[in-house]
């Protein structure tokens, strides 16, 4: 018994310093997902054509946000490992890198939402009534053509967020989160409903309460990280040059190419999955949106905790410390599974309350409401998997993460919903059920990678 807690359990110093970490990330999730909740009942209060366009954008914007992710994250493994170092101007490069690596990112993808928005949607439109069909079409481009001035300083916050986050500055971020959520709350209240005199917009108004979040976002972290450039010593001299050394060039495209094209392909593979359910019609979209944003608001646990993994065990591996880090990892994984476990229970006890909030009909309510309850069930292998790839990834195995990941969405996860969406006559509720089943063979590949310490490595030290 000794042996498995010792193993297992940390003493309460090693939880202290999880919650230094992981405490801001999760507040700050926290506070932008309940956001979410509540724009997402906003909009529901128009209608479900509505909500279900703006759900159908959100899910292609969200390819955008994973893109800029993975691009981060690539560059990140490095940061984390060069500050545990101290090493200052490789964290400065790795920065340099993000910032022209987002930027070419973000050309791209305005280029694609202008030209190919519309029929991008009208994947997800397989409804035989023409004109909810029309009026969800028709509420997906009017907030997709304002959600795009929101991706600039979206790709900004990331650049200088991550980049603080992996010098040990969770707190900042944090704050100009809980601010822009609350901005966005403020305007989403006036600009949807037309509230206080100003113009009733809906959709589009919810949009423009999205874009000047951001924005005051954005403001926020980057005035506040030069003006203590004393503390964010990365910040010092970095838009002197943008000339980066071509070995640090070689090395984050070499292990942080595999994470991009891995979060391209993920984040893909998940819209392509809500057009494999959306076959079921407009009502599983709408149920679909509901059950998201509501399991979103749950998640942040595990992926606060997945993302305190990343930089602990980053700084860990990067100031030399392998045993050190493998016994961390353990026992942030085990408290990670164990959290979802307890939260996984309060999730599905109250899976029948949230749908009542949203102004939509009873057949929506009751499909969101077993979505809630399957996605419950499952959240303590997401995770496993999820602090498995955090590790794997932070120990430069990306390729071993492409194949773990975004390889598992397109050669399992996506057929098994293609067939069981187009060749059976199964409900919503069934197919998403074995949709989520086949995860676990994933966490069972993520055990034994683990177990095998095949990312355990120092991989600043000679940098």
């Known amino acids: 018994m000794y042996r498995w807690k010792e193993r297992f359990i940390g003493d309460k110093a090693f939880y202290r310093m999880i919650l230094v970490i992981a405490f801001p990330i999760l507040i700050q999730n926290g506070i932008t997902n309940f956001v979410s909740l509540l724009d997402n009942i906003m909009v529901g209060q128009l209608g479900t054509e509505q909500m279900s366009g703006v ?16 691009a981060v994250s690539g560059a990140s493994i490095f940061s984390a490992q060069f500050y545990g170092h101290g090493n200052h101007e490789g964290v400065r490069n790795t920065f340099r890198f993000k910032l022209i690596c987002c930027a070419l990112i973000l050309l791209l993808w305005i280029v694609i939402f202008l030209t190919n928005g519309a029929a991008l949607i009208n994947l997800f439109l397989n409804d035989t009534d023409a004109g909810n069909v029309l009026l969800t079409h028709a509420s997906g481009m009017e907030y997709l053509s304002v959600m795009l001035v929101g991706l600039l300083p979206y790709m900004v916050t990331q650049v200088y967020a991550s980049t603080l986050r992996e010098t040990g500055q969770t707190v900042l971020p944090m704050l100009a989160g809980i601010a822009a959520v609350i901005i966005n709350l403020f305007f989403n209240y006036l600009l949807i409903f037309g509230n206080f005199g100003c113009p009733r917009l809906g959709v589009a108004g919810a949009a423009i309460a999205t874009v000047t979040s951001r924005f005051a976002e954005t403001a926020i972290v980057v005035i506040w990280t030069h003006r203590n450039s004393e503390r964010n010593i990365f910040i010092q001299g970095a838009y002197r040059t943008f000339r980066i050394p071509r070995a640090l060039i070689g090395q984050i495209l070499k292990k942080g190419t595999p994470l991009l094209i891995n979060e391209t392909l ?198």
């Open 55 to 70: 759900a159908i954008v959100n899910q292609l914007l969200n390819v955008f946000n994973i893109c800029i992710f993975g």
């Open 266 to 463: 993920w984040s893909a593979g998940q819209a392509m999955l809500v057009q494999c359910y959306s076959m079921r019609g407009l009502n599983a979209v709408a149920a679909l949106n509901i059950s998201t944003t509501v399991s979103n608001l749950f998640n942040i646990v595990y992926i606060a905790l997945g993302s305190a993994i990343s930089i602990v065990i980053g700084q860990q591996l990067g100031a030399g410390e392998l045993k050190k880090a493998v016994e961390t990892d353990r026992k942030m994984i085990f408290f990670s599974v164990m959290c979802c476990v307890v939260i996984g229970a309060l999730m599905f006890a109250a899976s029948p309350l949230f749908p009542q909030i949203y102004n939509t009909s009873e057949e929506v309510r009751s499909l969101a409401a077993g979505l809630i309850r399957i996605a419950a069930m499952f959240m303590p292998l997401y995770a496993f998997y999820h602090a498995s790839y955090f590790t794997l990834r932070t120990g430069g195995k990306t390729m071993v993460t492409f194949l773990f990941d975004s390889c598992y969405v397109w050669v399992v996860n996506i057929p098994t919903a293609f067939l069981l969406s187009r060749f059976t006559g199964l409900p919503l509720l069934p197919v998403y059920f074995i949709c989520q089943s086949v995860e676990i063979v994933k966490a069972v590949l993520g055990f034994v990678l683990l177990k095998k310490g095949v990312w355990v490595h120092n991989m600043v030290e000679h940098m």
